[in-house]
């Protein structure tokens, strides 16, 4: 009998032992993978583009290339607010100069918006229905009635030819609208042209109040990394 109670005794420790490793396993967590977007800006250090400059009649449609050459490129990175961004170079040389002018921005990717160190947008890769900014300029000599200015996305994977090639692109716009019955088109537009892994296709530079002629500059030779 005794040795009964001892083999029922091992039978429920052996039982209890296999429930406790049962409960004690482990179970993985689910681990969300990051969302990953479309890269047009392609903001890493020693990246360029070339561009050369056009003058364009907005009412016949014409474009004559202007024969000056500007240069973008990413110089370095640096840190501000604790964010990583990239400083963004332009070396724009107008005809009546000998000695090209050097702007610089600071500027980030951040989860599929382009953005400088102001935290304004400046792209944005998958928001095409948002108006990121909405702001007014003038009246003044030149403009004698107050614009409306709105920055949005358009033009979603649209074919642009330049220099460098055929690409596909979506454009970030400024669009400026006017109150009254503006000959040269109401509203006009600055587009800002960019390819998937490319970066700065076209762009417009220039357009004046009194006259039709606008300016762009076309991509002609580029390096990405």
Request: net charge positive; hydrophobic share 30%.
């Amino acid at each position: 009998m005794q040795k009964q109670h001892y083999i029922l005794y091992a039978l429920l420790a052996s039982i209890s032992l296999f429930a406790c490793k049962k409960n004690n396993k482990s179970v993985e967590p689910t681990v969300t993978p990051p969302i990953s977007y479309d890269n047009y800006t392609v903001l890493k250090q020693g990246n360029y583009w070339i561009y050369q400059n056009y003058q364009l009649d907005s009412i016949n449609g014409t474009a004559k290339a202007m024969g000056t050459y500007d240069s973008c490129f990413v110089e370095k990175d640096t840190i501000i607010n604790n964010n990583t961004y990239h400083k963004y170079c332009s070396q724009v040389l107008f005809t009546s100069q000998t000695t090209p002018e050097y702007t610089f921005y600071y500027l980030r990717d951040s989860l599929g918006y382009t953005v400088n160190h102001y935290g304004i947008i400046i792209f944005a890769s998958t928001d095409f229905t948002s108006v990121f900014r909405t702001y007014t300029f003038g009246p003044n000599l030149a403009t004698p009635d107050t614009l409306i200015i709105k920055e949005q996305m358009g033009f979603k994977d649209a074919s642009v030819i330049v220099d460098a090639g055929t690409f596909i692109t979506s454009a970030f716009r400024r669009i400026y609208y006017f109150p009254q019955n503006y000959k040269y088109g109401n509203p006009r537009e600055y587009d800002y042209h960019y390819a998937k892994n490319i970066g700065l296709v076209k762009e417009t530079t220039a357009w004046y109040y009194p006259s039709p002629m606008l300016y762009e500059r076309r991509l002609v030779r580029y390096h990405v990394n």
